[in-house]
Nanobody
């Protein structure tokens, strides 16, 4: 079992930055691939970024490429999402998730085994 707790959300003006963190506890964090998803009101939950177990591979949705960076620190059991140049359309609840297929960069919700509770990000125009 893996427990995931997100933090770092909040209210920011357009063009600003936030860094989300996801702290993991339980089974070996370093064996899991990790993903960040987001869900805006009335919309589906979509992939934002993913990182494999070692950090050597990453994936980004087209909408965030060049603005967001996913990273992980296996010694601290934490995955991060640095979000720069934020736009109002980035407003959503952001979730981190763990995939026990550690080498994968899965984009589908069903591939992930554990989920955090989410953290709200609101970008004002």
């Amino acid at each position: 079992q893996v427990q995931l707790v997100e933090s770092g959300g909040g209210l920011v003006q357009a063009g600003g930055s936030l860094r989300l963190s996801c702290a993991a506890s339980g089974r070996t964090f370093s064996s899991y691939a990790m993903g960040w998803f987001r869900q805006a009101p009335g919309k589906e939950r979509d992939i934002v970024a993913a990182i494999n177990w070692s950090g050597s591979g990453t994936y980004y949705a087209d909408s965030v490429k060049g603005r967001f960076t996913i990273s992980r620190d296996n010694a601290k059991n934490t995955v991060y999402l640095q979000m720069n140049s934020l736009k109002p359309e980035d407003t959503a609840v952001y979730y981190c998730a763990a995939d026990n297929t550690g080498w994968a960069l899965s984009r589908m919700l069903r591939e992930y085994d554990y989920w955090g509770q989410g953290t709200q990000v609101t970008v004002s125009s």
